[in-house]
Nanobody, 115 residues
Framework: QVHLVESGGGLVQPGGSLRLSCAGS????????MHWYRQAPGKQRKLVAG???????NYADSVKGRFTIERDNARTMMYLQMNNLESEDTAVYYCHAQGDIEELWGQGTQVTVSS
């Protein structure tokens, strides 16, 4: 069963922007804390940004000031607005939801930053 579905990845030039989306079910968006992770080739998966059900956000230092995480609980959607993209942002981006007794992952969406 697929709980989270990402979209919006693609190829973009350095300095460009992309907006990732994550769709989920209402039960997830009611209470789960949600995150965006990314995994570059040959590297470990790392936290990019997180947002609580109440809208409190946190960011990795590497993306502060460039990325913005948002969630729309009514539409059961989460977003990651990525601006001023750098080649180091190239990775597969994953949507993640953390509940009290389970965690859920999306299938990932590829973001490639290259000229």
């Amino acid at each position: 069963q697929v709980h989270l579905v990402e979209s919006g990845g693609g190829l973009v030039q350095p300095g460009g922007s992309l907006r990732l989306s994550c769709a989920g079910s209402p039960r997830i968006f009611r209470t789960y804390e949600m995150h965006w992770y990314r995994q570059a080739p040959g590297k470990q998966r790392k936290l990019v940004a997180g947002i609580t059900s109440g809208g409190v956000t946190n960011y990795a230092d590497s993306v502060k000031g460039r990325f913005t995480i948002e969630r729309d609980n009514a539409r059961t959607m989460m977003y990651l607005q990525m601006n001023n993209l750098e080649s180091e942002d190239t990775a597969v981006y994953y949507c993640h939801a953390q509940g009290d007794i389970e965690e859920l992952w999306g299938q990932g969406t590829q973001v490639t930053v290259s000229s």
